[in-house]
């Protein structure tokens, strides 16, 4: 964007939420110093002030993707936080309901959302009381005139600095070890990566991002030179576990291409695995065509290297 006056009001906007978020304390990993991240609680929240749900209206109502709120399920299932119940409007299929024991789990929580929301308010005298929900009213009317749009999801992205390839480096082996059961081969690789990234750094051509929420890292994304004219690679894709479902994996992927075409790529190269379903959905998504595939036994698995492109133009 080459509108300075634009700019400034698109930073003083995210200056805001950042501002906010830190104040309500919502973007804890640990929500209200609980074991539930964000995305766990909203479902908690909608299963004990709306009744049972179908899956289907939580995904769309939450915006959370179905295979991630069903490992949530699953999780709560495990817990005895929810069970399955025939749908009261449709026989033949299954809604989610809390538990006695996962309302009693709940209720520590909501009690306590209300309580830092009321020692918020406490803090401030009658008027300036009425100033902020007028405000909030005013935030919520102008926006909401504007239905179906996309809006930022409580992610912050930023340029890369001291001591995030060590993270990147550590978190990939970390994470590929747990989801896939990769050894320790996969974190060597990412770690050449990341210093021949850090080593022939080109910031007219290449890029790296951190996702931050609540200002914890948890995922990354770069794009670099892929050594043939035009082409840039997407590398180090990552997205923790507990900021799935609120589309960062897709902005991440998205920032890249913006990026990219700035500086003048025509297309897009990366590589991935079969294993690696979640990335892979995002890909297609976005466009990529699968260009190349190989059969081979690496990072102590059996899998099919693949090399996908997409077009930037």
């Not at 906010?20 to 479902?43: D, K, P, Y």
């Not at 299929?93 to 809390?98: D, N, P, T, V």
């Not at 009425?130 to 409580?154: H, N, S, W, Y």
Request: glycine share 8%; with cysteine; hydrophobic share 40%.
């Amino acid at each position: 964007m080459n509108n300075p006056i634009l700019n400034d009001r698109i930073a003083a906007v995210r200056s805001f939420n950042r501002f906010f978020t830190r104040q309500i304390g919502v973007l804890r990993e640990g929500l209200l110093h609980s074991a539930f991240t964000l995305t766990e609680t909203r479902v908690l929240y909608e299963l004990a002030h709306h009744g049972e749900q179908a899956s289907s209206a939580l995904c769309r109502d939450l915006g959370l993707d179905r295979g991630y709120l069903s490992r949530i399920v699953s999780k709560f299932e495990n817990d005895g936080l929810l069970k399955k119940v025939p749908s009261a409007t449709d026989g033949r299929s299954k809604s989610l309901q809390l538990t006695a024991h996962g309302r009693e789990v709940y209720e520590p929580l909501d009690r306590s959302s209300r309580e830092e929301v009321g020692e918020m308010l406490s803090r401030l005298g009658e008027a300036d009381q009425l100033r902020l929900l007028d405000a909030m009213a005013t935030i919520r009317e102008l926006i909401g005139k504007q239905a179906g749009m996309k809006f930022a999801q409580p992610f912050v992205l930023r340029k890369h600095g001291e001591g995030d390839m060590a993270w990147i480096t550590r978190r990939h082996g970390a994470f590929y070890c747990e989801q896939l059961g990769w050894d320790r081969s996969f974190e060597a690789l990412v770690a050449q990566i990341c210093a021949d990234f850090e080593r022939d750094f080109d910031p007219a051509l290449e890029r790296c991002w951190i996702a931050e929420m609540g200002g914890e890292r948890v995922g990354s994304i770069a794009v670099a030179k892929s050594g043939e004219e035009g082409v840039a690679k997407l590398r180090l894709l990552l997205v923790e576990d507990r900021a799935r479902g609120c589309g960062l994996g897709s902005s991440l992927v998205d920032e890249c291409h913006r990026f990219a075409r700035a500086a003048g790529y025509r297309k897009m190269q990366l590589w991935t695995t079969n294993l690696q379903t979640e990335a892979r959905k995002i890909y297609q998504s976005k466009g990529y065509a699968l260009v190349a595939s190989e059969p081979v036994h690496a990072f102590g698995k059996d899998m099919v290297n693949e090399t996908w492109m997409l077009d930037l133009n």
